[in-house]
Nanobody, 125 residues
Framework: QVKLVESGGGSVQAGGSLRLSCAAS????????LGWFRQAPGKEREFIAA????????YYADSAKGRFTISRDNSKNTVALQMNSLKPEDTAVYCC??????????????????WGQGTQVTVSS
């Protein structure tokens, strides 16, 4: 059974930083591209960042470029999202996701097969 479990969320002042982590089990981690998405109340799930199987390619939403960094450690089956210069509009539930085996990265929800439950990030002004 595939499980993705996020951690690292919390409350922070605007301008602060948080590092989210997602631990995966039940899959051959290095065969899956990974992504981070977020969903704010009343809004659609939004793509934030994605990273290829080997970690050599990463992609970001415009809202994340220059502030967020996605990384992965295939030896530990983890993917992280370093978030700096946080803004109140970054407040959302953040979820990690994994594609099906050997699928490429995607900016779309339907490009991912496995999802974590999410971790809440709240940024106050």
């Amino acid at each position: 059974q595939v499980k993705l479990v996020e951690s690292g969320g919390g409350s922070v002042q605007a301008g602060g930083s948080l590092r989210l982590s997602c631990a995966a089990s039940g899959l051959t981690f290095s065969r899956h591209a990974l992504g981070w998405f977020r969903q704010a109340p009343g809004k659609e799930r939004e793509f934030i960042a994605a990273i290829s199987q080997g970690g050599g390619q990463s992609y970001y939403a415009d809202s994340a470029k220059g502030r967020f960094t996605i990384s992965r450690d295939n030896s530990k089956n983890t993917v992280a999202l370093q978030m700096n210069s946080l803004k109140p509009e970054d407040t959302a539930v953040y979820c990690c996701a994994a594609t099906d085996v050997y699928r490429g990265t995607s900016r779309f929800v339907n490009g991912y097969k496995y999802w974590g439950q999410g971790t809440q990030v709240t940024v106050s002004s």
